[in-house]
């Protein structure tokens, strides 16, 4: 339907940039770039147990170290 009136040159002519920039989002409201998730808070994940939490990192050997 908006297609239909913004095909006709009389309300076309009208729009500026902006009035059309702000038209955009109402064609991509069909769109998630996310994806679809859905969240069922009676199920828990099914996480891979960690077994261990790394270390930190020791500086390479002959770097100088942070003064204590």
Known sequence: ???EV???PKWAD???DAD???L???FWTHVN???RLELDM???LDLVEVSAVPSPRSPPE???SAPA
Do not use: E, F, H
């Open 62 to 64: 002959g770097a100088a």
């Open 14 to 16: 009208k729009l500026t």
């Open 1 to 3: 339907m908006m297609q």
């Open 42 to 44: 009676n199920r828990r």
């Open 6 to 8: 913004l095909a006709d």
């Open 20 to 22: 059309r920039s702000a």
């Open 24 to 26: 955009s989002p109402l």
């Open 33 to 35: 770039p996310y994806g």
